[in-house]
């Protein structure tokens, strides 16, 4: 592929896009408001996997299985070109109850997906058990799912930067995309805070402001931010091996005895300021789920703003009206684990290659 190409935006969805079209051989050149990998791809947890995964379509399961297939090759391609070491670690999911035991094996069993149920041992965790009523079966039980894995999602940021100025693409930050420039349905031009640029395709990555960017251009591309706010907390050794989940609460394990805490799910516009009340919100939460962090203090506090669209699935594919251009963004919850996947479904939407399953549902209309 010789053609140039412009990627708008350098979270985990521009930078994973760009890499598979410099290595088509494309001349990419990524565009960033700000610095590269500052905004929800920073933020996020870095769990692949979906929180309680059986509460998903299987059109949206299918999209998931098939791109945390492709993290251990990418990682590893990625880690040795690079030197960065984004630390993916099959640490394994442990959801607390309430779940319905049932719907649990008969989604594991569907998906074959390895489950092991395990007792709860009162001293370990504290469970709530008000929580339960209604869900007898499974009370004491939380459900393992011991191939899930996690990245830590800033390092692999850094590693997508560095391959990518490896492979020859050019990243221009602190460079704000203004307002698409259109003639007879294309794009003719981006109307840019340093001037002007032109390329053959452009591709929209611009995570929570893709709509506010698309301007009349939308059409079906409804993109809101959904703010989510976390925590720190740093122990000696990792408090626990597991991600740990209960319903929207997760407490995630780094190797190095960091625990983060997430998150907030707030719809309040493109406000990103860190607040008290989610702070003691996820701080008891939290200490409820893992006792031992009543003696803890928190060490950082954050917040993102997740690309949200209407569906759980994101918009990836070419915009329905303007021809050279291509959309992969609204990944809300879960941009970090489809991510090499939305930039395969991308590139072969490009390059016309065909697609490895349906992805019809994925195409902005
Ligand atoms: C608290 C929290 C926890 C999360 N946890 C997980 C998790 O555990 N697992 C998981 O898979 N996902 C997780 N996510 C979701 C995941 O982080 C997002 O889905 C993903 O980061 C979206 O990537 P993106 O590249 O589309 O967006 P972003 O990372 O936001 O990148 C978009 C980029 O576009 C740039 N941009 C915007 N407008 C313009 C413009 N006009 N001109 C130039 N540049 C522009 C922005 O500056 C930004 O850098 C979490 C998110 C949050 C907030």
């Not at 452009?202 to 929570?208: K, M, Q, R, S, T």
């Amino acid at each position: 592929m010789k053609q140039d190409v412009i990627v708008v935006g350098a979270g985990i969805i521009g930078l994973a896009t760009a890499e598979q079209l410099l290595l088509l051989g494309a001349k990419v050149t990524l565009v960033e408001r700000n610095k590269v990998g500052r905004e929800s791809s920073w933020a996020g947890g870095g769990i692949l996997s979906p929180l309680n995964p059986w509460e998903y379509p299987d059109d949206f399961t299918r999209f998931i299985n098939y791109s945390t297939s492709m993290f251990p090759q990418w990682i590893a391609r990625l880690h040795q070109a690079s030197g960065i070491d984004p630390q993916y670690i099959r640490s394994g999911m442990r959801v607390l109850p309430p779940f319905d035991k049932n719907i649990v094996e008969n989604w594991c069993k569907r998906h074959e997906v390895r489950l092991e149920f395990e007792d709860i041992l009162p001293t370990d965790i504290a469970v709530n058990r008000q929580d339960h009523l209604g869900v007898s079966n499974n009370d004491n039980q939380s459900a393992i799912l011991p191939e899930i894995a996690q990245v830590r999602n800033p390092k692999l940021l850094k590693a997508l930067h560095e391959r990518i100025l490896q492979l020859g693409g050019r990243v221009i930050e602190n460079c704000s995309v203004n307002r698409l420039k259109t003639l007879n349905h294309k794009i003719c031009a981006l109307d840019t805070s340093q001037g002007e640029m032109v390329s053959d395709h452009y591709v929209l990555c611009a995570g929570a402001w893709s709509q506010q960017l698309l301007d009349q251009h939308a059409s079906n591309i409804h993109i809101k931010p959904i703010k989510g706010q976390m925590l720190l907390f740093k122990f000696d050794q990792p408090p626990i091996d597991r991600i740990l989940v209960k319903k929207d609460i997760y407490l995630i394990p780094r190797q190095d005895g960091y625990l983060l805490v997430g998150s907030t799910l707030e719809d309040v516009g493109f406000d990103k300021k860190i607040t008290t009340s989610a702070r003691e919100y996820l701080l008891a939460k939290a200490q409820e789920i893992l006792p031992a962090l009543n003696a803890m203090s928190v060490i950082k506090q954050w917040a993102g703003l997740r690309p949200a669209s209407t569906s759980p699935l994101p918009f990836i594919g070419r915009h329905p009206i303007l021809g050279n251009l291509l959309i992969c963004t609204g990944h809300f919850r879960y941009g970090i684990t489809l991510a090499p996947a939305s930039a395969e479904i991308l590139v072969n939407e490009m390059t016309g290659h065909a697609q490895n399953f349906d992805v019809s549902l994925l195409q902005p209309k």
